[in-house]
């Protein structure tokens, strides 16, 4: 009876099975934090290879780009001074999101950059 209560349920099937290891989880939270963490990710060998970390580290650095090609779109002196605070807010949380995600070893599609990235993923 006590087997039955601490059995965890199924990870619903993406189709991408989730982090190796917990390095690949470190790997995927480096990337959020820093471009080049995820650029590591994508080239360092026994990582390179796995989808989920494929996947958030190409998710990373897509957000990365966004968020430079925002700011110095955003750097024009009227539009920047009403955007500019809420794209970095939106940037921030975004990457707040997939460093949560990362960590627990999920499968996360990010709004609006994962469209753009996932030719890559």
């Known amino acids: ?7 965890v349920p199924p ?3 993406t189709g991408i099975p989730g982090p190796e290891s917990d390095t690949s989880k ?3 939270v480096l990337g959020y934090l820093t471009g ?5 990710a994508l080239l360092i060998e026994p990582y390179k ?3 989920w970390l494929r996947l958030h580290a190409v998710q990373a650095l897509g957000l990365a780009v966004a ?7 955003l750097s024009i002196p009227v539009i920047g001074w009403v955007a500019g605070p809420l794209v970095s807010l939106a940037v921030l949380v975004l990457a707040i ?3 949560v995600k990362a960590w627990q070893g999920e499968y996360y599609q990010m709004p609006v950059i994962y469209d753009l990235v996932k030719q890559f993923v």
């Open 11 to 13: 990870a619903p099937d």
């Open 49 to 51: 290879d796995e989808k």
């Open 26 to 28: 470190i790997l995927a």
């Open 67 to 73: 968020a430079i090609v925002a700011q110095v779109v």
């Open 1 to 7: 009876m006590s087997d039955e209560v601490n059995q």
């Open 97 to 99: 999101i997939g460093i």
């Open 36 to 40: 080049i963490a995820a650029i590591i």
